[in-house]
């Protein structure tokens, strides 16, 4: 099992910044990978954002050139920089591990609202 500390969600207005922040900790010594997901009501679960142990980044079209990922292995902390937001970003912003198994867990989210 992986706990999870998420932190950083609010509410912003269209065209401001956010940064998450989420510290794993538990059954983490084989993480291959960490990243952020988002949940919007009534809509699939997709990825924004990935970075690999090696610093290896890939990002959803949405969230390339305004989010930046980061991590601090040391610290196993994944962090989301998120700029120039926009209304259609509100949702729940879950943080994952992904294991080398191919196993991967969830923290419970924290939201983000984009709006005037």
């Known amino acids: 099992q992986v706990q999870f500390v998420e932190s950083g969600g609010g509410l912003v207005q269209p065209g401001g910044s956010l940064r998450l922040s989420c510290a794993a900790s538990g059954s983490i010594s084989s993480i291959y990978a960490m990243g952020w997901y988002r949940q919007a009501p009534g809509k699939q679960r997709e990825l924004v954002a990935r970075?690999?142990?090696?610093?290896?980044?890939n990002y959803a079209d949405s969230a390339k050139g305004r989010f930046t990922i980061s991590r601090d292995n040391a610290k196993n902390t994944v962090y989301l920089q998120m700029n120039s937001l926009k209304p259609e970003d509100t949702a729940v912003y879950l943080c994952?591990?992904?294991?080398?198994?191919?196993?991967?867990?969830w923290g419970q989210g924290t939201q983000v609202t984009v709006s005037s």
């Open positions: 994952s591990v992904l294991h080398r198994t191919g196993t991967e867990y």
């Open positions: 970075i690999t142990s090696g610093g290896q980044t």
